[in-house]
Structures are given as C-alpha cells and as structure tokens.
C-alpha cells in the first residue's frame, strides 16, 4: 500500500511539473502576444496620423496620400482606412520599387463600386488598384469623375 501511495504522490508531482510549464508558456505566450498587439496599434496610429497630416482631397471627394516608398498590406490597410475616413474614396499612391508607381483606391461605400472605375482592374468592388499614369493624377481623376455618378445614402 506505502508503494501504491507513493507512486501516486509521484504521480502527483509529475502532473502538478506539468502544469507549472503549462502555465509558464501559456504566460510567455500571452505576454508575447500583448507585445505584438501594441506594436500592431502603435504601426496603425502612426499611419493614421501620417495619412491625415500628408495627406489631401486632391479632387472632389478623393482623399489621397502620397508615399515615397511602397508598404506592406497590413500599413498599406490603415492608410487607406485613414484616408476613407474623410472622403467617401480613399487612394494610395505608391511608387514601385521596379519602376512606375501604383494608385490604391478604397471605400466603406457599399454604393461604390471601384470595380466600374477606367484602369482600376485590379481587387474587389470595395478595394481596386491600378497602375499609376504619371504621378497618378489621372486616376485620381478617374475616381472623382466615377463617385459624382454615384448616389450616397446617408
């Protein structure tokens, strides 16, 4: 019976070993992941307020933010949400490490589709993008020329 009850005390001790280093990973893991949300916060606060200090309605109801380099998606998402945030289309242009530049267009309009605008070929009805003629001007155009034939609800 002394051998029966130390093997299960032992039993025990292994079971209570391996919930302590569940425990500990489970908090580095945590720990790791709150580190990462901050830093996924901070990326998006800095885009937005780039976007809405750079940024300008470069033709009637477009607002569009300029870089000089290209970005990742994840960037590349909070500085268009930034710029739908103050005009009904928001456009990203960015230039292109191979050469030319690329003009990104977004919306939270379900009215909208970005699909229907001239050059935009690329994406979903809500998020299109083209490849810049010039500086981009004429897509930009090309959006605001769209967007006045389009009906917004309130």
Known sequence: ?????????????????AASAAAA?????????DEMAASARSIAEEAEAFA??????????????????RVD?????HYLMAAESKCPIGALFE??????????????????????????????SDYRFARAIGNGVQNIEA????LKGVQLSS
Request: proline share 2%; no cysteine; charged share 30%.
């Open 143 to 146: 959006l605001s020329s769209y």
């Open 25 to 33: 990973t489970l908090r580095s893991f945590s720990a790791e992941i």
């Open 73 to 77: 998606n994840r960037v590349r998402k």
């Open 1 to 17: 019976m002394a051998d029966g009850l130390k093997a299960d005390l032992d039993g025990q001790g292994a079971d209570a070993a």
């Open 95 to 124: 230039p292109d490490p191979a050469g030319g530049a690329w003009v990104t267009a977004a919306t939270f309009h379900k009215e909208i589709d970005l699909a229907l605008v001239d050059g935009f070929e690329g994406g979903r």
């Open 52 to 69: 809405l200090e750079n940024g300008s309605e470069e033709k009637e109801g477009v607002f569009v933010v300029r870089l000089n380099a």
